[in-house]
């Protein structure tokens, strides 16, 4: 299996977690999973390739698999969306 790389999503903290992206798990496809971690969790101090998360701190989670013009509308949507938070200002 090819290498994942992992994001964590810290911003908001009851929402906190990490997108992991895997290339061809399913030949051809894209691999998104989305991990829902308790907000108790300090992921600041946390490497997400570790074994410091357990099982009990995983809230949720979700799989999906993408081929790549579904890729593609992922990224057109998340540019435009990026365009208008950032219109709006910075959220730090």
Same mark, same amino acid.
């Given at each position: 299996?090819?290498?994942?790389? !992992? *994001?964590?999503?810290?911003? $908001?903290?009851? !929402?906190?977690?990490? *997108?992991? $992206?895997?290339?061809? *798990?399913?030949?051809?496809?894209?691999?998104?999973?989305?991990?829902?971690?308790?907000? #108790?969790?300090?992921?600041?101090?946390? #490497? +997400?390739?570790?074994?410091?998360?357990?099982?009990?701190? $995983?809230?949720?989670?979700? =799989? %999906?698999? +993408?081929?790549?013009? =579904?890729? !593609?509308? %992922?990224?057109? &949507? %998340?540019? &435009?969306? +990026?365009?208008?938070?950032?219109?709006?200002?910075?959220?730090?």
């Amino acid at each position: 299996m090819e290498q994942s790389t !992992r *994001i964590k999503c810290r911003s $908001v903290v009851y !929402r906190q977690g990490f *997108i992991e $992206v895997t290339p061809n *798990i399913h030949e051809g496809l894209v691999n998104l999973e989305i991990w829902g971690v308790r907000a #108790e969790c300090d992921l600041s101090s946390i #490497e +997400l390739d570790g074994d410091e998360l357990t099982d009990s701190d $995983v809230e949720a989670n979700c =799989e %999906l698999e +993408l081929a790549a013009d =579904e890729v !593609r509308q %992922l990224i057109k &949507q %998340l540019q &435009q969306a +990026l365009a208008r938070a950032e219109r709006c200002g910075p959220t730090e």
